[in-house]
């Protein structure tokens, strides 16, 4: 099974200013996900970051505001730009995996820890 | 430490009872369901998983049920444990797309 780390692991940022989070997984995969989670929903994915392409940015999410960088196959970057208080979410970063032992359906989704962003 | 989801939907149960949590999920062509667990802190974590030609699977002290006429997803803990705090998602995967997640419960055991 995969290890993400990701960091920071929260951090409270002015409005107007810029958050980097970072995401480390310790093998090799084909696509990462960036997900939000704000407070008292569910996850929502915000793009699909593949190696040596563009990110896919799903409805609702531009890339002037959520700009993704993948360098390599175990690495990605979301910024958050121009925050303002609304931006306030746990971002998460996810890779899919092969499952593990006696699980029965194609992948699994592995999450990092989260990083809890608060704009003031 | 903080929670997420502070405003979820939340089961009380009381330690030692049997949890039921339900899931409405939106694609009849999914094929497979994952339910995650989400404590503190944490990003969410596998519990158990299904396919959708299936309508029942067990775990340690888990259950999953599939009604696929209705989409509908549970997921069962038996002897609830104050370590089954958490939130708990339900998420659905039709193969070669990305999961998405279904609302949310946020388990509360009581002593």
């Known amino acids: 099974s995969a290890v993400i780390s990701q960091k920071p692991s929260r951090d409270i940022c002015q409005r107007g200013t810029s958050l980097t989070i970072q995401c480390q997984v310790d093998s090799q995969v084909t696509m990462m996900f960036w997900y939000r989670q704000q407070p008292g929903q569910s996850l929502t994915l915000i793009a699909t970051?593949?190696?040596?392409?563009?990110?896919?940015?799903e409805s609702g999410f531009v890339i002037d505001k959520f700009p993704i960088s993948r360098p390599n196959l175990t690495f990605s970057t979301l910024t958050v730009s121009n925050m303002s208080p609304e931006d306030s979410s746990i971002y998460l970063c996810?890779?899919?995996?092969?499952?593990?032992?006696?699980?029965?359906?194609?992948?699994?989704?592995?999450f990092g820890q989260g990083t809890r962003l608060t704009v003031v | 430490g903080e929670s997420v989801g502070l405003h979820l939907p939340t089961l009380s149960v009381q330690e030692g009872d049997n949890s039921i949590i339900n899931c409405a999920y939106s694609?009849?062509?999914?094929?497979?369901f994952i339910w995650y667990k989400q404590e503190s802190g944490k990003g969410p974590q596998f519990i158990i998983d299904i396919r959708s030609n299936m309508d029942k699977r067990q775990g340690q002290r888990v259950t999953v049920l599939l009604n696929k006429t209705v989409k509908h997803l549970s997921l069962q803990i038996a002897a609830t444990q104050p370590g089954d705090s958490a939130v708990y998602f339900c998420a659905e995967n039709n193969y070669g797309q990305n999961f998405v997640f279904g609302p949310g419960t946020r388990l509360s055991v009581l002593p």
């Open positions: 694609n009849s062509a999914s094929d497979y």
């Open positions: 996810s890779v899919e995996d092969p499952l593990q032992a006696g699980a029965v359906a194609g992948t699994e989704a592995f």
């Open positions: 970051a593949n190696q040596g392409s563009e990110a896919t940015y």
